[in-house]
């Protein structure tokens, strides 16, 4: 489990296809503190630690994290999104997170508004999943607040710390990003769903 809080950029060093898998090994100032098996959230999505070598560590997304994230698009010299998991003695920064990211969104705007950004991604609703304004959100496993929302859409602002410390900076509008939805909104959306159907 994560807060969503981001603790390094890492750089993506390699990229190697297995079957339909993919290996990935990333560079970054937290590999030296990882172990074997330990789980870590890149851009979102958990993963397991495979393998480290100096100031770097490894990890394969099979073909179910490919087809549902974007890290099928990252190439050698990316930049990523670190978290470790969540300590139970530690504080609550972001929100609940579980690192299961549920479908990619589209950002189709980004804008500079003097000393903040404005983001606005579209998604597929056929999948189920909402926001509403005030709500949480995670974006390439970064906890945000939803300032508007809409059926199929949502906008975040974002500060100029998050902008620099994580790899929105590198997101434009038509690159696709990875979203977790609030795990407490999936379920009240799910339970509402099957009350309606009674």
Partial sequence: MFTGIIETLGEVTARIAEDTNLHFTIKSSLSNELKIDQSVSHNGVCLTVIALSENAHTVTAIAETLQ?????YLKTGSQIN????????GRLDGHIVQGHVDQTALCIKRAELNGSWEYRFKYDVS??????????VC????SLTVVGSETDEFSVFIIPYTFEHTNLHEVREDDLVNIEFDIIGKYVARLAGKSLSL
């Fill in 68 to 72: 549902k994230t974007n890290l099928k």
């Fill in 82 to 89: 670190l978290e470790r998991c969540m300590q139970i003695n």
């Fill in 127 to 136: 999948q189920g999943n909402v926001t509403v304004e005030k709500g949480s």
């Fill in 139 to 142: 974006v390439n496993g970064i």
